[in-house]
Each structure stands twice: as C-alpha cells, then as structure tokens.
C-alpha cells in the first residue's frame, strides 16, 4: 500500500489535478466573437486592418484549442466530459476559421462584400455573441443559458434565409465568373453559421446532462 501511494504520488507531482476548462472555453468564445466582429467591420468598412485582425485573432483562438486539448491530457478529471469539452472548443474553433476562410476567399477573388453579405455577417455577429454569454454563465447551468442558445440556434435560421435570397439575386446577374465566385463567399458565411448552430447543439446536449 506504502508503495502503492508512492507511486500516485509521484505521478502526482507531473499531473494537476483541476484546470479550469470552463475559463477556457470563455476565453475561446470571447475570441472567437472579437474575430466575427472583425469581420463585420471588414464587410462595413473594407479597411484591411480589420481583415488582418480577423486572421490573428483566427491564430489566437488556435493557441486557446492546444491548451485546451494540452490539459485535457494531463488532467485527473473535468467537470464535464471531456468529449464534450473537446467537441464544443472544436465547433467554436470551426466559426473562426470559416470567418477566416471567407476573408481569404474575398481577398483572392477580388471581391467587394455585397449589402445581403454585410447582414449575414451580423447575424453571425449575433450568434456568436449569444454562445459567448451562453459558455460565460456555465457551470451554472441555468435557465438563462437555454434562452442564449436558442438565440443562437435562431441566428442560423435567419442566416439561411439570407443566404437564399443572396444566391437567388447572384443568379440573377450575367457575369458567370463574377456569381461563382461570390457563391463561394456566400458558401462560407452559410458554413460558419452552420458551425454556430452546431456549437449552440452541443452545448444544448451539455445542459441535458448536466443541468
């Protein structure tokens, strides 16, 4: 037995016990809404300031996701699943890296956001703002994260609906070149609304488990 607690106290000594992976998960949602909001300002201004922003804060959100799957590793235990951890940090990681695609995919295609691109975006905004306060009053798991994630989930709802009325007025234009290429656009804003129901889902499921 004296051996026994040797050896656990050895491991000990390299493994933490606790991380805090909920302050984690906050901070991940904080930058991942500081990167959409980067983007709208992109779409409203066209200054390329706020288009580098957006692929830094994409880098910065990347280094929050090795934290997170480093202490994952490491720790005893989580308040959650780590599964479930792990697949929340992944769908928010998803919403910047498309909002990062789309700067990507506007920039080489030489494209101008139009104005049905510009409300998207702030109804990702939207979104995006509702998972943050939904993560940011975890672990609590109250009543008040239901009514943020249902806001979320109704953001995707309307991003679709904007979404088929862009492609219908694109179709509507004779440059073949010029409607594929913004197809392509409007394809990523569609996706990373996609990635805020997706989160807003999983969260959901946590609330179930746990709440």
């Not at 066209?46 to 830094?56: S, Y």
């Not at 700067?103 to 702030?122: G, S």
């Amino acid at each position: 037995m004296a051996k026994q607690n040797k050896k656990e106290g050895l491991f000990g000594r390299f493994l933490p016990r606790d991380h805090d992976f909920f302050a984690d998960l906050a901070t991940h949602a904080d930058k991942v809404q500081e990167g959409i909001r980067a983007l709208v300002l992109w779409f409203k201004t066209g200054e390329p300031a706020h288009a580098d922003r957006v692929r830094r804060i994409e880098h910065e959100a990347d280094a929050i996701i090795l934290k997170i799957a480093s202490a994952l590793g490491e720790v005893f235990s989580t308040p959650i699943d780590r599964e479930d951890i792990h697949l929340v940090s992944k769908a928010m990681d998803q919403i910047i890296n498309y909002a990062k695609n789309t700067v990507r995919e506007i920039q080489i295609f030489n494209l101008t956001p139009d104005e049905n691109m510009h409300k998207i975006a702030l109804l990702i905004l939207d979104g995006a703002c509702a998972l943050n306060q939904a993560i940011l009053s975890l672990p609590s798991y109250s009543p008040e994260i239901a009514r943020h994630l249902d806001k979320a989930k109704k953001c995707e709802h309307r991003v679709e609906k904007l979404y088929r009325i862009g492609l219908n007025k694109l179709f509507e234009g004779e440059d073949l070149k010029e409607i594929l290429k913004k197809r392509e656009v409007y394809r990523h804003l569609s996706n990373t609304a996609d990635r805020i129901l997706e989160a807003a889902e999983v969260l959901s499921l946590i609330l179930v488990k746990y709440g």
